[in-house]
């Protein structure tokens, strides 16, 4: 059973209404770019999402407690983020195969294969597909990538997105333990592209969320642009500073590069 083809269907992008702002960056090396919400469109908290039932559904034992799944989940999630703070981590990520098998082993129920169990529980709470453009992205330029994730998400990118980022330039947060807004990412992604001699200011890193994407990337001094293409992914605030772009579609990217 391919889990990927089997839970996933088509999703469509909501118009966000905002205005696009496309100046021309004649100067760059990399487009960098995040992921969920961005190149893939995500249904995650959508109004009809009831994530206990999913869950009760999947585990489907009569050994289950009355009380609410979710809370020990959440519970669990936020201890293993406490421990990683009392570490001077300011913004922690879970490897999220731990926690499940702590939520296993809290509920005294048999651990299931724990990667095709969690891939399961993201693909029915976290729907995605492809935001519309995708296909349009410049291949001139390396392609880099910064994302909160976790084990699956390279598993999304090859069967919905089999794009050629390059791995040196491709960061996710659980292998680190750390997650955006923080800084690290963007730093570990300016060492890398440092060794190919491309400054920050040469790259253009692409994101849907003002505070998570934007202003982290414009702390380590690439150039930013909000991706606003999808209004339930967006994240805005005019209380931010300003990104150097706003696109409401991925193909605006090719309006940003007149040397493409």
């Keep these: 059973m391919d889990l990927i083809s089997d839970l996933l269907s088509p999703l469509s ?10 100046p021309e960056f ?33 585990l489907a ?5 009355e009380a609410p799944l979710i809370p020990i989940l959440h519970e669990l999630i936020q201890d293993d983020q406490e421990t990683s703070r009392q570490k001077d981590i300011e913004f922690p990520e879970v490897d999220i195969l731990e926690i ?13 294969d724990l990667s095709r169990f969690a ?16 296909d ?14 976790q084990f699956y998400t390279p598993l ?12 040196d330039l491709t960061f996710f947060s659980y292998q680190h333990r750390q997650a955006k807004p923080g800084t690290f990412l963007f730093e570990k992604l300016a060492e890398s592209l440092s060794a190919r001699n491309i400054s920050p200011s040469e790259t253009l890193y692409i994101g849907n969320d003002h505070k998570k994407d934007v202003i982290p990337a414009q702390l380590i001094g690439f150039r930013s642009v909000l991706f606003a293409g999808d209004a339930r992914s967006l994240r805005t605030s005019p209380d931010l500073p300003p ?18």
């Design 26 to 58: 004649p100067n760059i090396k990399c487009l960098a770019f995040d992921l969920y919400g961005t190149l893939l469109i995500s249904a995650a908290g959508g109004p009809s999402l009831d994530r206990e039932s999913i869950l009760r559904g999947l």
């Design 119 to 134: 891939l399961q529980y993201e693909l029915l709470t976290n729907p995605v597909w492809p935001m519309p453009g995708a």
């Design 156 to 167: 999304l990118l090859e069967k919905l997105l089999p794009l050629p980022f390059e791995d």
């Design 100 to 112: 499940w098998e702590r939520f296993f082993s809290r509920l005294s129920i048999p651990i299931p």
């Design 136 to 149: 349009t992205l410049p291949q001139h330029l390396p392609l880099a990538l910064i994302s909160n994730a």
């Design 243 to 260: 990104p150097d772009a706003i696109i409401t579609h991925l193909s605006q990217i090719n309006d940003l590069l007149p040397n493409s």
């Design 13 to 22: 992008a909501e118009p966000s209404g905002m205005t696009p702002h496309l």
């Design 61 to 65: 034992s009569e050994q289950l407690p």
